[in-house]
C-alpha cells in the first residue's frame, strides 16, 4: 500500500477558457515535506487551488488518503485534514488573532498531535505577545504567522504552504523555515509552493519543477542543487 497522502494524476485545469495546467502528476507521502518550484505564472498557486477544490474547471484525479476528493467542496477536503495556507493570507482583520485562531478549529484526528492556543505560540511568540490585537494592524509577516496558525487549528495531516517566503522580512523568512522543520517532526506532511531556492533547500525533502503548467522536473532537493540545467531553464530569473 502506497503512503502517499496526496496522489495527483493527470490534473488539467483551466481558468475560463484557458487551460493552465496539463496532466501533472505529484505525491506527498506522509512525514515529508515536498517543494513545488517554478516562476512567477508557472502553475503552482493553480495546482494547490485545484487539488483544494477551488477551481471550477479541472480533470483529473487527486486523491488524499486514499480517497478520491475531485468533485467535493474545499470545506470538505479541508475536514478530511488537508490545511490551505494561500498566498494572499486572508485574515479576517476585523478579529482578533484568538477569534482568527477559533474560526480554524476541527477536532483533533488520530496519529497526530493537537494544536493549542498555547503550542502555536510556543512556535511563533510573536502571536502569543497579541491575542488580543485586531488582525487589520498586524504587519505583513505576522498576518502570514497567523494564517498558518489558524491552519493549523485545524489539526491538518498535509498543509498546502504557499509562497511562505514571498514578502516578509528575512526574520519572518527564519521562523517560518524553523516553523515547517517542527511541523514536519511532528508528523505533519508538507507541499510547499516557492520560488526560493535557498528556502526550499533548507526544509524540503523532494521537489518538482513547473513551467506553464506541466511538470519538468522531479527528484530530491539535492538532485535539483546539482542540476544546473533546470535551475537556469525554470528557476532562474
Known amino acids: 500500500m502506497s503512503d502517499a497522502l496526496l496522489k495527483v494524476e493527470?490534473?488539467?485545469?483551466w481558468y475560463g477558457r484557458a487551460q493552465v495546467l496539463f496532466d501533472l502528476g505529484?505525491?506527498?507521502?506522509?512525514?515529508?515535506?515536498?517543494?513545488?518550484?517554478?516562476?512567477?505564472?508557472?502553475?503552482?498557486?493553480?495546482t494547490m487551488k485545484a487539488v483544494m477544490g477551488l477551481l471550477e474547471r479541472k480533470r483529473?484525479?487527486?486523491?488524499?488518503?486514499?480517497?478520491?476528493?475531485?468533485?467535493?467542496?474545499?470545506?470538505?477536503i479541508a475536514r478530511m485534514g488537508l490545511?490551505?495556507?494561500?498566498?494572499?493570507?486572508r485574515i479576517f482583520t476585523d478579529l482578533t488573532v484568538i477569534e482568527n485562531l477559533e474560526i480554524g478549529r476541527q477536532p483533533?484526528?488520530?496519529d497526530i498531535p493537537e494544536w493549542t492556543h498555547e503550542r502555536l505560540f510556543k512556535l511563533f511568540p510573536?502571536?502569543?505577545e497579541?491575542?488580543?490585537?485586531?488582525g487589520g494592524s498586524m504587519s505583513g509577516g505576522e498576518q502570514q504567522m497567523l494564517t498558518v496558525s489558524r491552519t493549523l487549528m485545524g489539526n491538518p495531516y498535509l498543509v498546502l504552504l504557499d509562497e511562505p517566503s514571498e514578502g516578509v522580512a528575512?526574520?519572518?523568512?527564519e521562523q517560518m523555515a524553523g516553523m515547517i522543520l517542527e511541523l514536519k517532526e511532528k508528523g505533519v506532511s508538507i507541499l510547499l509552493s516557492e520560488q526560493n531556492l535557498h528556502f526550499a533547500e533548507l526544509v524540503s525533502d523532494r521537489a518538482y519543477v513547473l513551467e506553464k503548467g506541466q511538470i519538468r522536473f522531479e527528484g530530491s532537493m539535492e538532485e535539483l542543487a546539482e542540476n544546473q540545467q533546470v535551475r537556469k531553464a525554470y528557476l532562474e530569473v
Open 26 to 46: 505529484l505525491e506527498v507521502r506522509r512525514g515529508e515535506v515536498v517543494a513545488l518550484m517554478g516562476r512567477n505564472g508557472a502553475g503552482k498557486s493553480t
Open 10 to 13: 493527470n490534473l488539467d485545469a
Open 108 to 110: 483533533p484526528r488520530p
Open 60 to 76: 483529473g484525479s487527486v486523491r488524499f488518503l486514499g480517497q478520491q476528493v475531485c468533485g467535493l467542496d474545499p470545506f470538505r
Open 83 to 89: 490545511g490551505f495556507v494561500p498566498e494572499n493570507r
Open 126 to 128: 510573536n502571536l502569543g
Open 130 to 134: 497579541m491575542p488580543g490585537r485586531m
Open 170 to 173: 528575512p526574520v519572518i523568512v
